[in-house]
């Protein structure tokens, strides 16, 4: 029993360690190369080290207060979850409730915006400030904490109206619970790809101002 505890820590520990250097490279890379997005990648990659660096910090033993390893032994269930949840929350942006100012994006800006930032994102919002100010206060509170910011974060993106900021806290509050019930990041690191990816095409198609 203890065996295969050790294990599936072990592979979340893998696959964690995976992700975020994968991102840090991916956004090193588009901050370096494409100047377009410099501003966007130094943001991400700061979020990522904080990420990365408190993540060490959990798997050597060091105190931080986060009981979160990420990612589950076996994710398939989670990330076909987070897939159809990406596309319902793409709704909003369809039906013009929120105008996310995304227009028509280079290539290299979508790549950043569908693939790191999402797993920035969510192990920020998600893995880090839910369940931190979970264990200081209580669930609820980190979950309406981690919503609130994750809307404020984007107003530039979605706008200050309070139709977009209550939209935002919305979907970081979905978000928020996916990754409580399911125990893992993956299913949000999905959903946040899918949303960016629509929002990214209907802009692109002219669907978004």
Known sequence: MMDGRVEEFTTGVMAMTYIMLTSIIVLSWLSVVYAETFKMGIVYLVLMLISFVTFLFKVTGLEIPIEFTG??????????????????????????????????????????????????????????????VGEMTNEMVGLLTQAVLFSLYHVSVWGTDINSVIIGVMIGLLMGCLVVWRESVESAIIAHMMFNAITILWGTLGGVA
């Open 71 to 132: 990612f589950k032994d076996e994710p398939g269930e989670d990330m076909a979850l987070g897939f159809f949840i990406g596309i319902m929350l793409s709704m909003p942006v369809m039906a013009d409730l929120i105008e996310p100012r995304v227009g028509s994006v280079s290539a290299p800006m979508a790549m950043g915006l569908i693939i790191a930032v999402p797993v920035v994102e969510e192990l920020f919002f998600r893995g880090i400030i839910l369940t931190t």
